[in-house]
């Protein structure tokens, strides 16, 4: 016992060591660093409290030296917690296992350098169920790769010696400010992901300074979310054929406080996902249920099974939804209403036409119609269309701040990112969905500071090149 601590106690001191040879990774990175060895020194000092006092009380040296390094950054962990859990853990782990488990959690650290690492970590961590779930796009997946292919197409013209030694990425989207123009898209059942669900991405949204859309299919209730704390939330809709119940979700989303609607209009029946026509059926564990239907007048539906609600849900989407039911939809709620999943200007002049407060334009992640064009492929026409007259969102691809920012130079007035905070949140939980956060937003800082703009609204259209721009000038 004895032995196997003083192995703890060894790895834990060696952490220090990480911050010398990696003293130029991300703040966030560093602190998990941090968290990994508190975790250490935690499992170290409730092994020992009542035993071996001298031990715990250099544990307690080593945790009062940090706390003046660094401050309230990174809260220490209490010491007299889990001391049986600890024990027994400890009693049944090698020497051998307690070093693997010390290489493999530090080397998944280091390696998480961009938002794109979180993905491989998830698909080793997550159920391959729930890793397809989430991955997967409709039929043979090429919507679901050119999402991310077309914006390898897309260069950049930066321009030089200008003052970027202040760079702002605030703005307003509907009225209210946040901290960049990067936010959270719908995506559903985060529980699958982490147990803390939406709960989890809704306090990094908050931190963050920026907006979370919940999911109708969220794990976690409207109200549930809404307890989290302050923070801009959206509710992202579908439109089902018993309109009472659309009326009730509208409702306990105006009631708890939500800023705005997202009607969804491009999935009237599911796309045919091949990874889930494979496994034939996908079944929700018992503690993943469709939340906000909780409580919602569902008729002689068995809501007692978690996989038949979803199922249900699913069947009860409304396929003859058209423009002319946006007016009922605007009687039902005060809030703006923003339309997901229009890619082309002739449906982007009547969202405009009709009063939608906002365009989403989204192919719903490559999961719905394949062989759609990717969405930063077809903003231009959309954007061109609209003229301003409501802004213009973009969700699809996006898995660096250079995407943003040229989403942003090709007109948008932000964008939505999905699938790469769910990974994050599998990997880290809210701490995972945080630090992509800030990694997407620390290298859009860096595009903007090395393409001369010091502020969001001096992106321009001349700081990006794209295919055709290049054929034009080719043929000049």
């Known amino acids: 016992m004895k032995l196997r601590a003083n192995v703890v106690f060894q790895i834990g001191s060696k952490i220090f060591g990480y911050f010398q040879r990696y003293s130029a990774l991300s703040l966030s990175v560093v602190q998990n660093l941090l968290r990994f060895r508190n975790h250490l020194f935690l499992v170290l000092a409730n092994a020992h409290k009542g035993q071996h006092p001298p031990a715990l009380s250099v544990v307690r040296r080593h945790r009062q030296r ?10 220490l962990p209490h010491t007299g917690a889990n001391l049986k859990p600890a024990l027994r853990c400890l009693e049944k782990t090698s020497m051998a296992e307690l070093r693997a488990k010390e290489k493999n959690l530090c080397r998944e650290m280091v390696l998480i350098a961009n938002v794109s690492d979180y993905e491989e970590l998830a698909k080793q961590k997550l159920p391959k169920m729930v890793y397809d779930f989430y991955a997967s796009g409709a039929e043979d997946q090429w919507t679901l790769k050119e999402n991310r292919e077309a914006f390898s197409r897309i260069l950049f ?3 030089a010696l200008i ?3 202040h760079i702002d990425m605030s703005m307003s989207v509907l009225g209210y400010k946040i901290s960049m123009p990067i936010m959270v898209a719908p995506t559903a059942l985060h529980k699958l992901a982490h147990p803390e669900g939406e709960l989890a991405s809704a306090r990094a949204s908050a931190a963050a300074g920026t907006i979370m859309t919940l999911s109708s299919w969220s794990s976690c209730s409207i109200e549930e979310v809404k307890s989290t704390g302050a923070g801009i939330r959206f509710f992202q809709l579908s439109v089902y054929k018993d309109r009472n119940l659309v009326q009730q979700l509208v409702r306990r989303a105006e009631k708890a406080g939500y800023k705005a609607i997202a009607l969804t209009v491009d999935a009237p029946r599911l796309g045919r996902r091949e990874s889930d026509i494979r496994k034939q059926v996908f079944t929700l564990p018992q503690n993943v249920v469709l939340k906000s239907f909780e409580g919602l007048d569902l008729g002689s539906m068995d809501k007692t ?7 249900y849900v699913a069947s009860q989407v409304d396929s003859s939804l058209s423009w002319k039911d946006f007016k009922w939809l605007q009687t039902t709620t005060r809030l703006p209403i923003l339309v997901k999943g229009v890619i082309t200007a002739e449906d ?34 959309v954007v061109r ?12 691809g996006i898995r660096r ?3 943003v920012f040229k989403a942003l130079a090709l007109g948008a007035s932000g964008v939505f990112i999905g699938r790469p905070l769910l990974f994050a949140l599998a990997v880290d939980g809210e701490a995972g969905v945080r630090n992509a956060l800030q990694m997407l937003r620390d290298e859009l800082e860096i595009a903007m500071a090395l393409s001369g703009c010091a502020s969001l609204k001096e992106i321009t259209r001349d700081h990006v090149s794209t295919e055709s721009d290049r054929i034009r000038r080719s043929r000049l």
């Open 157 to 159: 013209r930066p321009r």
């Open 66 to 75: 940090e706390h003046t390094r660094w401050g309230n950054s990174s809260p």
């Open 305 to 311: 099974n978690a996989s038949g609600l979803a199922a």
């Open 163 to 165: 003052d970027v030694s």
């Open 385 to 396: 269309e609209v003229k301003g007259r409501v802004p213009v969102f973009l969700d699809g």
């Open 401 to 403: 701040g250079t995407d």
């Open 348 to 381: 982007a002049r009547i969202a405009t036409e009709c009063g939608f407060a906002g365009i989403i334009m989204s192919n719903h992640g490559g999961r719905q119609l394949d062989y759609l064009p990717a969405t930063i492929s077809c903003l231009e026409e």
